[in-house]
């Protein structure tokens, strides 16, 4: 099944061998490039380990090898700024 726009994956070597290090990745686009039988062009953007875009990339996977994703919700520190009265 392939993704949709929006889906947070990781991304390992069972998707393609260029993924020996896993990424995780946020789906922008599926392609609907004619292409290899069992394999996809996606576009989105590479996360960090807190789901910070860190990279665009278009990456080229067999969908059954694509596993869920999921980042780290923190907290992040507002910023106060004091208003004059």
């Known amino acids: 099944m392939l993704p949709k726009t929006g889906d947070v994956l990781r991304v390992t070597k069972a998707a393609s061998v260029q ?9 922008i686009r599926v392609h609907d490039w004619q292409t290899y039988d069992g394999w996809a062009w996606l576009d989105g953007y590479q996360l960090n380990a807190t789901g910070d875009a860190v990279e665009r990339r278009s990456i080229f996977v067999q969908p059954q090898g ?12 507002v910023s106060r700024v004091p208003v004059p009265a």
């Open 19 to 27: 993924f020996v290090q896993p990424i995780l990745f946020r789906v």
């Open 66 to 77: 694509l596993q869920p994703g999921s980042v780290k919700v923190t907290q992040r520190a």
